[in-house]
């Protein structure tokens, strides 16, 4: 077996353990749930979802945003969501200006409103800029969401759901937030759409 064969095999192997540890644990699922459960009260109220991360997570917040106003499993009205990760202008504008910590936090003074739904993605649970996110969410009173890894890192104590991936390996533990993100999506939809959602 060549070197790149091994190393292929071995991805997959790991990858495979640990999304068979994910659908096995009963708490990621409740937590999934729950979240979706949180987005659609938010929605019904006139809320919305606000998303934001780094690197790979600043696109999941994208790929999520683009799922609740688009479309994931059938044709529905849009959804509000907003990925804090876009808008080019206001981040480099708050870098700048108050330092790079503050460029999603900034944005949830701005557009968050309390009943609103802040999600924040960071593998390590413990990103400066997601941190002050939430933290500044929880003090307005956004409901709090967090995507991480087995740590959960500083972001547990500030959300009111934290989903944990059972890994401490970054690209496994996005593989494990992206399907987290389809069941909450397509939960979402179900909810706010049940007439329209496939039986």
Partial sequence: MTDAARYTADYLATSVTAM?????DAVASATMIGMAEDIVASIRAGGKLM???????AADAQHIAGEFISRLMFDHAALPAIALTTDTSAITATGND???EHIFSRQV?????????LLGIST???SPNVVAALHEARARGIVTHGFAGTA????VDLCDRVLRAPSTWTPIIQQCHIVAVHIVCALVERAMFPDLAPK
């Fill in 124 to 126: 390590s649970g413990n």
């Fill in 20 to 24: 068979n540890a994910f659908a096995a």
């Fill in 51 to 57: 998303v934001c991360g780094n690197g790979g997570s």
């Fill in 152 to 155: 959960g890192g500083r972001m």
């Fill in 98 to 100: 108050y330092g790079y």
């Fill in 109 to 117: 003074v701005g557009l968050g409103k309390p009943g609103d739904v």
